[in-house]
């Protein structure tokens, strides 16, 4: 094992267990009243920001080691339904943007309610070309990170509602647009750099970290490993649109390419 790799580890192991407990003992605080005695308001705000900042800590981690793992060639590739990823992504977002909805749409089985529901809170779902039924051979856990950033991104700046699209008959295309504030054309190129463009003004509340860019250069780092493109289209004042796409990974041996 080289330097690279034991550092890797340490920050999977050293790292992901300190968060866990924190994550785990602000749940346990919220979730057990009986045991540990009633909370205020304020106890109850600040626990679940506890546990909203825990959840970006873990995210981070975990695409700082696929962001590793894509340097190195490392793929996990397999045959997974986008619109399965795609839900799972929304989820992942919502949990720290917006948890009450997250909180809804845990009961919500079918499709179509999951849909509306969505719809109703302002986040438009739709489907072209063949991957809403077809499945999409690539890394799953890396086009899940892809999305759950873009999407956590928009759900930060929005006004009212964003929109997120799938399509594509070879190549995988990912759109994600929001009715935010915009980004100027001078400033695009530093959307993608790492801590290069943050909006202090719109981003983050109370006792949380407003936007830094980490999370959009990690988007940018994985999709160019993965042989893809993402391009940005937004000016000041016009809301924000991120189009992804990704081609299927060209492993002709699928069995060999998913161990």
Known sequence: MNDKDHLIDLLIHDLSGPI????????NLLKKEDRYGPLTNRQRQAL????????????????LVEVYRSDEGLFDCRDFQVKD???????????????????KLTMIEREDAFARTLEEHGIIVEYTGKYHDF??????????LILKNLISNALKYRRERISISVSGDLNLTLSVIDDGPGIPEHEHEAVFKRFGYS?????????????????LSCVKMLIDAMGGE??????????????????????????????
């Open 20 to 27: 866990s407990v924190v994550a785990t003992s602000a749940g």
């Open 48 to 63: 679940e920001r506890i546990l909203r900042n825990a959840s970006r800590a873990r995210s981070l981690l975990t695409e």
């Open 85 to 103: 990823v795609l839900k799972d992504s929304i989820m992942d977002a919502l949990e720290v943007g917006d948890p009450s909805l997250a909180g």
């Open 135 to 144: 499945p999409f051979f690539h890394d799953k856990r890396k086009i899940q």
């Open 199 to 215: 909006k202090d003004k719109t981003g983050g509340g109370a006792g949380e970290t407003s936007g830094l860019g980490f999370g």
């Open 230 to 259: 993402i391009t940005l289209q937004s000016r000041e004042g016009a809301g924000t649109h991120f189009i992804v796409h990704v081609p299927p990974h060209k492993s002709t041996d699928k069995k060999e390419a998913g161990e």
